[in-house]
């Protein structure tokens, strides 16, 4: 009866819910995973050559970057890494806007590989490191 407008609004409601109820460690996963997802909607939507989604989907995954990711960042307390992690996330805000301009699948895949190993490796995270991220 309420077709994709039902699936879309619980989905949003599972999204919501999860995000309330996540640590910190968390909650950068999800951010992580959300920019992936991005990525494959973009790289699809080049495929197909549909130009808004295409442009809605890099939005997004930028958004994430520099809102999340880039948010999260706390550069006085993180100290090098942070700033490491923040230059390569700005790194990869610009290889988007480039993939975008140009419609580069190739530029959209070398983000969706450092992504990827960045949401690795934050997985990777030991326990008491997730621990003490919690309690800062």
């Known amino acids: 009866m309420f077709g994709s407008f039902g699936t879309a609004a619980y989905t949003q409601v599972n999204v919501e819910t999860g995000v309330a109820a996540a640590d910190p460690h968390k909650l950068i996963g999800m951010l992580y995973e959300g920019l992936l997802q991005s990525l494959a909607r973009a790289r699809e939507a080049m495929r197909a050559g549909e130009i808004a989604r295409k442009g809605e989907s890099i939005s997004r995954a930028i958004r994430i970057l520099e809102e999340g ?3 999260s960042l706390d550069i006085a307390r993180g100290g090098s890494i942070a700033q490491q992690l923040d230059a390569l996330y700005e790194y990869m805000i610009n290889r988007l806007l480039f993939a975008n301009l ?35």
């Open 69 to 71: 990711l880039r948010g």
């Open 102 to 136: 140009k419609n580069d699948p190739a530029t959209v895949e070398e983000v969706v590989r450092l992504a990827t190993e960045l949401r690795d490796a934050w997985q990777a995270m030991p326990e008491e490191a997730r621990t003490s991220m919690a309690a800062a």
